[in-house]
């Protein structure tokens, strides 16, 4: 059974840094594309940044600003979200989510997605 599942988040204070892990089982997902969305409360969920399964191409939302940077090992079946800079508006629940199909946009079309990882930033 596919299954991914998100860890390392937290709380950290406004211009802190966290990294997110998400730990794909259950399948070989070296061939697929992986994802981070992120759903704040009261909102829908949101596309965050999206990484080829080779890792070479990414895609990120523009707000951003470049302060997230989205990695993957398959060798190791890990994806990992690096998070600088963070301020109180990325307070949310962060979900990985992997797909076959790799597309560069703000697309919900994702086959598998896990749980949830709980992010907090304080101002």
């Known amino acids: 059974q596919a299954q991914l599942v998100e860890s390392g988040g937290g709380l950290v204070q406004t211009g802190g840094s966290l990294r997110l892990s998400c730990a794909a089982s259950?399948?070989?997902?070296?061939?697929?594309?992986m994802a981070w969305f992120r759903q704040a409360p009261g909102e829908e969920r949101e596309f965050v940044a999206v990484i080829s399964w080779s890792g070479v191409y990414k895609y990120y939302a523009d707000f951003l600003e470049g302060r997230f940077i989205i990695s993957k090992d398959n060798a190791k079946n890990m994806m990992y979200l690096q998070m600088n800079n963070l301020k109180p508006e990325d307070t949310a629940v962060y979900y990985c989510a992997a797909d076959q199909t790799y597309r560069p946009e703000a697309t919900m079309m994702y086959e598998y997605w896990g749980q949830g990882t709980q992010v907090t930033v304080s101002s």
């Open positions: 259950g399948r070989t997902f070296s061939r697929y594309a």
